[in-house]
């Protein structure tokens, strides 16, 4: 899950070389943070959220095979 964030995240933003994800697990519960450079910020989250919500739905959507909950947080 971490490697398909952190490829969506990079075709979106300017400054990929600062995109960064870090992977908290938990049981069956896995939190994905996605760090951006400030500047990309705007990008990744999209007008009315938009683009993270896309995000995690592929997310969820790639987690379900696994039998584990996936949450990505932009921070």
Do not use: C, F, W, Y
């Not at 959507?61 to 039998?67: F, Q």
């Amino acid at each position: 899950m971490k490697e398909l964030v952190e490829v969506i995240a990079k075709a979106l933003v300017e400054h990929p070389e600062e995109v960064t994800v870090t992977e908290k697990e938990e049981g069956k519960h896995v939190t994905l943070e996605l760090h951006v450079a400030a500047a990309d910020m705007g990008k990744v989250i999209g007008k009315q959220g938009r683009i993270a919500k896309a995000i995690r739905s592929v997310v969820k959507a790639a987690s379900s095979k696994e039998n584990k909950k996936v949450d990505v947080e932009i921070v």
